[in-house]
Every structure is written in C-alpha cells, then in structure tokens.
C-alpha cells in the first residue's frame, strides 16, 4: 500500500511464501492488489521450467491459484514447456535470458555456433517463440554491456530488469542500455533494499521513501 502509486509492478517471489507455508496469504496479498491497486500488474517470481501436463499445472497455479499477470520462466527445456503459459492469451511471461548471478556465465555464455547461449535465447524468444506478443525477457541490471545487446537484438520486447540496489547494478547504466527508443520498455526490480528498508515500526514510510528515491533516480 505504502509503494503502489510508485512501482509499475509487484513481483512476489513463491518460494519465499512456499518456505514458510504460507500459499494462502500470497493468494490474499494478490486479491489484495487486485482489490486495492487494480492498476499494478503482477509478476510472479517462480522461474518454473517442465513440460507437458506439469507446466501446464505450472501455468494453473501462476495464473489461476494465484491470478498473476505474468510469471518469470526457465526456458532451458524448449518452446514446449513455454506453451502451456502461452495458453493463457491475457497473461505473460519473462524467460530467463543474461541473468543477474555470476554463475549465470556457467551457461548463458556457452558459445552456440558462434554466439553466446543467452543471444540464442533472446533470439528464439523474440522470434518464432513469441507468438502471441507475450514474451520478455530477465537480464541483469549487472551486465549492462549484455543488456544493451539483447535490446538490440528483441526490438521493444519488455525486459525484467534484476540486480540494482542490493546486488550492486548501476541504475543509469541499465537505463542507458536497456530502454526502447521512447524511454521505456523496462520492469527494473528492486526488492531487499525497500523490503528490508526498515525492520522497525517505520517499515513502510521507510519501503516508500526508498522506492520513491529508486523510482526518481531511475527516471531520471
């Protein structure tokens, strides 16, 4: 409530409820946006990633259970575990493409005839994968160089954008390499450093002065 005039989306993590046994009040923190804020999407955080009637199970609980707007996807089992999301033509999804974590090199840098794993996903997504317009893609806010070569590769495909705040991403740098040729076109995620802001009574005023500060540094 204290932060939903200012951020263009939520993006609660599932394993973070799951771990806790808490399923139930993730549903009624999604009803509660829905109710309160109907004008912020939600992004689901749960990076799924199986085929056949699992991700179809996969694409119920996102979008069904949970009633997300988009949900975040491994895509390293093929277009056929992407499908079952696509089903749902109102709904999107972020395929994990140039991911924040170093050990995201172990396998996005892998050359594949000529170029590097995560441009070949970036290209299927933009490309034949994206039937139905829903598509984006996750690259990181620390590697600004990769994400301004996937922007040059996907057009004005939407990109999540993780790994400012906490995980040390230079904001202007991102903004500079990932934005579309009218300013926009990216989801830029901060979550520990305006959660966890404050661990006291001032917990929200505290969360919104950070996401405001963090909203007008990325405007800017």
């Not at 004008?39 to 119920?60: C, F, N, S």
């Not at 996102?62 to 277009?79: I, N, Q, W």
């Not at 170029?115 to 893609?137: H, I, K």
């Not at 996750?138 to 999540?160: F, I, K, N, Q």
């Amino acid at each position: 409530d204290a932060t939903a005039d200012l951020a263009c989306a939520f993006k609660p993590q599932i394993a973070y409820f799951a771990a806790a046994r808490a399923e139930v009040q993730l549903e009624q923190l999604v009803a509660h946006i829905r109710r309160e804020h109907p004008q912020v999407p939600v992004i689901l955080d749960a990076k799924r990633g199986d085929i056949g009637a699992t991700a179809e199970h996969y694409a119920r609980e996102a979008f069904e259970r949970y009633g997300a707007d988009a949900v975040t996807l491994s895509p390293y089992m093929g277009k056929d575990s992407i499908d079952p999301f696509l089903a749902y033509a109102d709904r999107g999804a972020f395929l994990l493409c140039r991911t924040s974590n170093a050990g995201g090199d172990d396998l996005q840098m892998l050359d594949v005839a000529g170029e590097p794993l995560y441009l070949r996903v970036a290209a299927m997504a933009a490309g034949e994968w994206n039937t139905g317009g829903q598509l984006g893609l996750v690259v990181g806010a620390t590697y600004p160089a990769e994400l301004a070569r996937v922007r040059s590769l996907v057009g004005d495909m939407p990109l999540l954008v993780p790994g400012i705040g906490v995980q040390g991403g230079d904001v202007a740098a991102s903004v500079a390499a990932g934005q579309t040729a009218d300013g926009t076109g990216m989801v830029v995620n901060s979550s520990r450093a305006i959660l966890y802001a404050s661990d006291g009574p001032d917990y929200a005023d505290r969360a919104r002065e950070v996401a405001r500060a963090t909203r007008d540094e990325i405007n800017r």
